[in-house]
């Protein structure tokens, strides 16, 4: 059992940046590949960005490519997204997730554990 607090949201000018953090507790974390989605109003949640439980391999979403970085610190049971150069379309809550494969990381149904989600907004 994984549970998932996330913080760092907040309001944020177009071009300004957030980091995102994500705590986890449970004795499995390290074991974890680690995501973080978005859904915006009216809109499907999405992928945005995962790492896998040993750090070495990042993945993201074509739209914050180049943009946001994603980062786990296994010893104190974190992860982080940096998100740079913010666009007012980048507005969403944001959330954490926790799965035990990387399989299918882009695929909402395939995470097995939630945050409950942070608010970020962008202003133009």
């Known amino acids: 059992q994984v549970q998932l607090v996330e913080s760092g949201g907040g309001l944020v000018q177009a071009g300004g940046s957030l980091r995102l953090s994500c705590a986890a507790s449970?004795?499995?974390?390290?074991?974890?590949?680690m995501g973080w989605f978005r859904q915006a109003p009216g809109k499907e949640r999405e992928f945005v960005s995962a790492?896998?439980?040993?750090?070495?391999?990042?993945y993201y979403a074509d739209s914050v490519k180049g943009r946001f970085t994603i980062s786990r610190d296994n010893a104190r049971n974190t992860v982080h997204l940096q998100m740079n150069s913010l666009k007012p379309e980048d507005t969403a809550v944001y959330y954490c997730?926790?799965?035990?494969?990387?399989?299918?990381?882009?695929?909402?149904?395939?995470?097995?554990?939630w945050g409950q989600g942070t608010q970020v907004t962008v202003s133009s």
């Open positions: 449970g004795r499995a974390f390290s074991s974890y590949t």
């Open positions: 790492v896998s439980w040993s750090a070495g391999n990042t």
């Open positions: 997730a926790a799965k035990p494969a990387v399989l299918s990381i882009v695929v909402v149904r395939t995470w097995n554990y």
